[in-house]
């Protein structure tokens, strides 16, 4: 890492940390969730959805969950939040033929995946009128945000990427107890963390780079928990995802042990989020 992004990157944790706006000041069930997990893998949704019992916050795929699977995981106490990629478009969803127009580069290592043109009104609207309101209608709580960090590499989205964010964050804030999430990208988030409620790290003791899992350096995991602290005291629930081949290992509780010390609400599964702990990893 470089000398002048390290600096822009404490220059950023210092802004998320002190004399900035604060986070939106909503009524959520938030307060309560001591618990979560992205159950975003294929077949997470399927057979008995008792499993998600344990969990106070539950991640799913806004498309492929049905209303009927999220009152079920709703009434069994949980605050279930829909997944919907803002900054990338995926061939497998709904409404990805009307956005080819707005495709950019491929994102490296996911098959079938584009960045989005934000810049453009047309995609935003897209998103806005053509694939959140799906989502909403299911009944979820909210939505969860990914890939608003692409704005990090595509700095001339971010004018665009910002003005979605808000958009999509007015309109579930306008619903009772609306909750909306996003993930990564820190140094960049800044302008969109007063409209966020909740805020998840991916990667900060653990990773799969491709090839392997593997411990990340020292050095990362120190940065990502900075991260972590400095949107807890902007007044966010945040989360930490790390990333192990299996569960229980010295690897995944030193990575639950490293996200409580920061605040963080830890989650340790495969990279392909298939695998959901039968007990929650828990602070104390």
């Given at each position: ?59 799913v795929?806004?498309d ?36 080819i ?55 001339r989205?971010?004018?665009?990427m ?122 104390p």
């Amino acid at each position: 890492m470089g000398r002048r992004l390290r600096a822009g990157i404490a220059a950023a944790l210092t802004a998320l940390a002190v004399g900035a706006p604060p986070a939106h000041a909503v009524t959520t069930p938030l307060p309560q969730v001591r618990s979560f997990a992205l159950a975003l893998g294929t077949g997470t949704l399927l057979g008995d959805l008792s499993r998600y019992e344990p969990y106070d916050l539950v991640v799913v795929d806004g498309d492929e969950v049905t209303a009927a699977q999220v009152a079920e995981v709703k009434a069994q106490g949980a605050v279930v939040l829909g997944y919907l990629s803002v900054g990338t478009i995926e061939r497998w969803r709904t409404w990805a033929k009307r956005a080819i127009p707005y495709r950019l580069g491929r994102v490296q290592g996911w098959s079938g995946e584009h960045y989005a043109d934000t810049s453009k009104a047309g995609y935003r609207r897209l998103v806005l009128d053509v694939a959140a309101p799906p989502i909403l209608a299911k009944g979820l709580d909210g939505l969860f945000l990914d890939n608003v960090d692409m704005i990090e590499t595509h700095p001339r989205q971010r004018a665009g990427m910002y003005t979605l964010v808000r958009a999509l964050a007015a309109r579930v804030h306008a619903r009772p107890g609306g909750v909306v999430m996003a993930q990564n990208g820190a140094p960049v988030m800044q302008p969109l963390v007063p409209l966020l409620d909740a805020w998840n790290r991916e990667d900060v003791s653990a990773t799969f780079d491709g090839r392997r899992y593997r411990a990340q350096p020292p050095a990362a995991t120190r940065t990502a928990l900075a991260e972590l602290r400095a949107m807890k005291a902007r007044g966010l629930l945040v989360t930490a995802t790390d990333y192990t081949a299996t569960e229980g290992t010295p690897l995944a509780r030193r990575s639950a042990a490293r996200a409580c010390s920061a605040g963080a609400l830890p989650f340790v599964s495969n990279i392909d989020l298939t695998r959901i702990p039968a007990q929650p990893l828990t602070c104390p």
